[in-house]
Nanobody, 126 residues
Framework: QVQLVESGGGLAQPGGSLRLSCAAS????????MGWFRQAPGKEREFVATISRSGEIAYYADPVKARFTISRDNAKNTVYLQMNSLTPEDTAVYYC???????????????????WGQGTQVTVSS
């Protein structure tokens, strides 16, 4: 069973950037679709981005398109989320998620992922 550990969260100013990392262990990383979700206070956990097993295909939620980039390094068992042009609305706990799947698809729903990290806080404030 894969274990996920996020890092890279913190405080950023509006318009700034952060890069989140999620290190996986305990499984064959390249067999997993990877996703990022976020949960703001008082809100439901929402989809941010997902990436295919090879890293060739990615999907993004509309609020983050053109600002966030998901990528992965299968040799390092790590998935990244580069976040640019941050706004206060991006403030949330960001979670990494993994789905073991050998098909192809856009997995954007929380229930489609069986494995989750503990989350990392991102705060955007001046």
């Amino acid at each position: 069973q894969v274990q996920l550990v996020e890092s890279g969260g913190g405080l950023a100013q509006p318009g700034g950037s952060l890069r989140l990392s999620c290190a996986a262990s305990g499984g064959t990383f390249s067999s997993y679709y990877m996703g990022w979700f976020r949960q703001a206070p008082g809100k439901e956990r929402e989809f941010v981005a997902t990436i295919s097993r090879s890293g060739e295909i990615a999907y993004y939620a509309d609020p983050v398109k053109a600002r966030f980039t998901i990528s992965r390094d299968n040799a390092k068992n790590t998935v990244y989320l580069q976040m640019n042009s941050l706004t206060p609305e991006d403030t949330a706990v960001y979670y990494c998620a993994a789905r073991l799947d050998f098909s192809s698809g856009a997995f954007t729903k929380r229930g489609e992922y069986a494995h989750w990290g503990q989350g990392t806080q991102v705060t955007v404030s001046s």
